[in-house]
Each structure stands twice: as C-alpha cells, then as structure tokens.
C-alpha cells in the first residue's frame, strides 16, 4: 500500500522547548515548516520536568515558610490538600502548554500529532494510533529529548518505584521516601517532600550533594537539608527492594558505592556491607539518557557518540548536513535553555543564516533551598585555561535585605581575569539565585568587567545589591564587607 507523503521544508522532531522553539523561530523566517510531536506540547519540561517541580516548589515554600515564622510573630499551621495542589500544578501545565500550540499555529508551524521515525536521509514516517503517513523534509530537527534512566532492579513499571515524572504526579504524600541519587532533580524533590512532611533518606554513590558544583557553594543547601531532617547514606548504591508483603511497605537495600557484587578484593559481599532502609516509595533519579534510540536514526545516517547523544558542530548540524539535533538529544548540559537557545540557532541556520552555538554563558539554576545559581568558569577552570583568576566574594549575612527574608546562609562569588577585569564566572548560593544569576549571565555574554557591575546603581535594598558588592571586594572597596 503507498502511504500519504506530505512535503515540508524544514521538519522538526520534537515540541519540547528546544523544538517549539525551533519550529516558532523557523516560522518567524517565513520557512515551510511542520512539528510533529507524540506526546504534549512543552515536552518534558512543561509536562514533567521544570515547570510542574517549581509549581509545586513553590507551593511547599508557602505553606513551610508560614509553619516556620515564629520568629517574625506568626503563627501558622496550614493544611496542605494534596489533590488540590496537584490540580493547581496541573492547571499551571496546562496554561502553557495550551499556551505553546497557539504560538506554534500564530507563527504558521503546521502541528501534527504522532511519533516520527527516519525512513531515509530526506523522509520520516510518522506513525499516529495505527495511522502512518510519511513526510518528506528539505531540512530536519532532532528535538527527542532524555528520558530517566533505570538502574537495575528498580522498574520503573513497580508501584512503589518512581521516577521525577511520577513522583510529579503524586495525589498523595509517601509517609517514607527513599530518593536514589543526589543530584538537582533529587535534591530539589528531597526538599519538597521533607518540607511537606515525608521521612526523606537519600542515597548517593558519590560523598556529597550536588556532585558538579564546587563543595562549598553546595554547602548551606546539605545544612538546610539536614535541617529538615533529610538523611544521607553517601557512598551508597540501592541494589535492590523487597516488599514487607501486608501493605507494610517496602525494604530498600543499599551496598557500599562500587561494592554492588563483590568488594575490592574480589570477595563476596558481606551481609555487613548490606543496609537496609524501610520505605512505602522510592524515587530514582540518577541522571537521564538521551532519546535517540527509537527514531531509526541509521536510515539517515545521523550519528550517536557512546552515550547516545546525537553529535553536533557549532551550528547544531548533525554529521549528516541537513539535518540538525538540539535540547537534551544532542548533549549536556540537559537543561531546557540550552535547548531553546540551540533550537533557535538550528532553525536560523537552517533558514540560511550564519548563526552559531555559544556556551559560554549558559547558566543553571537549582531550586533548593537556598537556590544555587551558576554560570561561566570557576576559579579552578579559569586557572585550568591559563588565567589567572580575581575572586571577589560577598556573604549574604551581610545584606539588609537577605536578614529581612529570614535567610543569610549563602554568597555571591564573582570569578574574574585579573589582567582585563573581565568577568568569567558567577556563582551564587542564597534564595533566588536562579533570578540573580540572570546578571551575571549577562556580564559574561557581553564581556563586561568587574567595574562595570560595580558602577552600575543596584536597588537598595534587593539582594541584587549583593552581585554589585562581590565585584566591589574583588576590586578592592566593597562597602558592607571587610577588604581583606
Ligand atoms: P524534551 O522536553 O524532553 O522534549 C522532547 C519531546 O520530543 C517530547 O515531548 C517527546 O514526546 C517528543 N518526542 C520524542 N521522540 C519523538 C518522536 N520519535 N516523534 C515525535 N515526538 C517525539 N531544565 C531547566 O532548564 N530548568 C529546570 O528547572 C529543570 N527542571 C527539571 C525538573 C525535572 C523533574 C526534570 C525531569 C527535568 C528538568 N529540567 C530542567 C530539564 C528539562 O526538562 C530538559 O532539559 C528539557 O525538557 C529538554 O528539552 P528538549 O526539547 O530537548 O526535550
């Protein structure tokens, strides 16, 4: 049987916020454009990832903040309404991603639903509940995405074991959470539920929290967690659960990190390597793989490196010229700015114009408590690349308006070239980091330097004054801090 064939210019793979983005900006340059999506419009992050976890952060720093101001003279004790909040967040989902379609058909994208695979170098088939059609591309967009991984034994398809989308998904609270892996997606879930009165225990393989950022600006948010009682088993691997039988809960086992089988000497484990910690639900979150298995990506000729993520240059073309791959399929960081940002380079080169990928100034943003904030280079990686560094520091309990939030725990740290004073790095750990970032990511796009920030007039009193007074220390005259 000959299968429907529609013609489109540029085809992209993908509505998430690197393909939306992708399709509205092709769409701007007046190309003949079609996304095709198989699931929801927004992708991960609209549906189960950025947006739906800050929702629902969000609502738990309400209710805990009014249970927790004593010491401002209030006294509260809210009840929390599981369903309720579930509904708001879902509501919240659904603005936006209704939100997305309309923008998508405002830029004249042509949307169609199904899951596209690769027929050759220039023809998808799109395959929609039993109905395929095939869509021949001038140009093509890789924007599958990631999907959580697994770890062996814990199924994602067993009730108690859940990954970020279904513990997102959650109508009622766990009394006992064991969160596997310390990452960003772990950490900012562990202090949701701990907040929300879950028992929270962590597993971690590695010896700390938030494994990619520098130990001390990690620092204050492991306090604030512990604060809240959430355990720590650092070092440790979950290797397997057991369910107590009776709706008595379950038993999550953990070994010594790289001791799963046998220790280092080759022997056995021991039962004393083995721990045990009882448990009604566990959460995996030990990182995400990249969608590129299931799009028959060999029938173009488009090629994976070892870790399956889709191979780019720094205009987003893949080894196969005309096709292109952006967002969490084509690399790190998975984060969903990044994508935008590549699905827009993509969609402007694949118009014809000279655009091209930089990343240098890509921030990130964890919504712990405090929030982390970073962008740009470290000292140590500034030093790695030949320069010398200038670090300037300010300490938040040095800031009027961090002691009227009730938070000092935290700083601003501005990482500068001390031959130009141009600055290379900011890194923050205070509430609204992922908002006071936002500067700096600036200061590094447009190669500002230390005197620029300085001289600029920061509002008094926000705790933006605070990125002012951090380039005021590395130059020498910060005001509400000692200079030495
Ligand atoms: P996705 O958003 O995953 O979208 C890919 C889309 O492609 C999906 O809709 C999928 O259905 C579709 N698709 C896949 N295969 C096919 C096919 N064959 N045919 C048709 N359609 C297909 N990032 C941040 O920047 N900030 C945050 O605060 C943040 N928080 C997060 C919290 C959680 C719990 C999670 C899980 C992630 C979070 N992220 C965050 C990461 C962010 O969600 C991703 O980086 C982002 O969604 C990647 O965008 P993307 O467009 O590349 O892929």
């Not at 020498?476 to 030495?484: E, S, V, Y």
Request: aromatic share 4%.
């Amino acid at each position: 049987m000959t299968l429907e064939t529609t013609q489109t210019e540029l085809l992209v793979i993908g509505a998430g916020p690197a393909g939306y983005v992708a399709a509205i900006r092709a769409g701007q340059l007046d190309v003949d454009v079609t996304l095709v999506e198989k699931d929801a419009y927004g992708g991960t992050c609209l549906n189960h990832g950025c947006i739906p976890s800050k929702a629902i952060i969000s609502a738990t720093d309400i209710a805990h903040d009014a249970a927790n101001a004593e010491s401002m003279g209030i006294y509260a004790d809210p009840d929390i309404e599981i369903p309720e909040l579930v509904s708001w967040k879902d509501d919240v989902v659904s603005q936006l991603t209704r939100g997305v379609e309309k923008l998508c058909k405002a830029n004249q994208v042509a949307l169609l639903e199904g899951t596209a695979t690769f027929e050759d170098g220039h023809t998808t088939r799109i395959s929609d509940s039993g109905d395929e059609h095939l869509v021949e591309f001038e140009h093509a967009i890789v924007a599958t995405g990631s999907r959580p991984l697994e770890i062996p034994n814990f199924s994602y398809a067993d009730e108690p074991v859940l990954n970020s989308r279904q513990a997102l998904a959650l109508d009622a609270l766990p009394d006992r959470l064991v969160i596997v892996g310390a990452g960003y997606i772990g950490m900012e879930l562990a202090t949701v539920f701990a907040k929300l009165g879950t028992d929270v225990t962590v597993v971690e393989a590695l010896e700390g929290i938030l494994p990619t950022y520098e130990s001390d600006l990690v620092r204050p948010v492991k306090k604030r967690a512990m604060d809240l009682s959430i355990d720590f088993r650092f070092e440790r691997t979950a290797t397997a659960w057991h369910d107590h039988g009776d709706g008595e809960g379950i038993r999550v086992e953990t070994k010594p990190a790289g001791r799963a089988d046998v220790d280092a000497d080759g022997d056995d484990a021991t039962e004393n390597d083995t721990d045990t910690l009882d448990a009604d639900t566990v959460l995996v979150a030990v990182g995400r793989t990249p969608v590129s298995d299931t799009l028959a990506l060999e029938n173009a000729g488009v090629e994976t490196d070892s870790r399956g993520f889709i191979t780019t240059n720094s205009h987003a073309r893949t080894n196969v010229d005309h096709i292109f791959a952006v967002g969490d399929v084509a690399g790190e960081p998975m984060l969903a700015h990044k994508g935008s940002k590549e699905g827009q380079v993509a969609a402007e080169v694949a118009a014809g114009e000279s655009a091209r990928l930089e990343y240098k100034a890509i921030p990130a943003a964890v919504f712990t408590d405090p929030e982390i904030g970073t962008v740009g280079l470290t000292a140590a990686e500034a030093t790695d690349e030949g320069l010398e560094p200038l670090v300037g520091e300010f300490p938040l309990r040095a800031s009027g308006r961090a002691l009227t939030t009730g938070t000092t725990d935290g700083f601003v740290r501005i990482v500068a070239d001390a031959d130009t004073g141009a600055i290379l790095g900011g890194h923050i750990v205070a509430p609204h980091a992922s908002e006071l970032i936002a500067e700096l990511a600036l200061a590094v796009e447009l190669g500002a330097t230390l005197e620029d920030v300085a001289t600029t007039v920061h509002t008094h009193p926000t705790l933006s004054e605070a990125v002012m007074e951090a380039t005021e220390k590395a130059l020498g005259h910060a005001i509400h801090t000692l200079n030495r």
